[in-house]
Nanobody
């Protein structure tokens, strides 16, 4: 089982930036890792995903050009990042890091229900 610990959330004004980090318990090959977010009363939506096997990334239309997902992998280190720029009030949500085997799906850009390893979440609040 993958253990994931997020950090980096906080409060920022519209137009500002934040960088979220997610430290994984070990390095996973041919895995999907991603960031999802959930606002109060809404479903958990995918924000950005990355495939550790080749580095391909996908983004929600609402964050394209503003958010960047990346990974820092080394000996005993596996950290997932989400750089968030030009933040908007509608970006306010709890952000979760997730990881899962690419499995039979063959792609990482899929619904939260198909991911079974989650962090505890980190709150991002953007004020206007």
């Amino acid at each position: 089982q993958v253990q994931l610990v997020e950090s980096g959330g906080g409060s920022v004004q519209a137009g500002g930036s934040l960088r979220l980090s997610c430290r994984a318990s070990k390095t996973y090959y041919n895995y999907c890792m991603g960031w999802f977010r959930q606002a109060p009363g809404k479903e958990r939506d995918r924000v950005a995903t990355i495939y550790t096997g080749g580095g391909s990334t996908h983004y929600a239309d609402s964050v394209k050009g503003r958010f960047t997902i990346s990974q820092d992998v080394g000996v005993g280190k596996n950290i997932l990042y989400l750089q968030m720029n030009s933040l908007k009030p509608e970006d306010t949500a709890m952000y979760y890091c997730a990881a899962e085997d690419i499995g039979a799906y063959g792609n990482c850009w899929r619904d939260a229900i198909t991911y079974f390893n989650w962090g505890q979440g980190t709150q991002v609040t953007v004020s206007s």
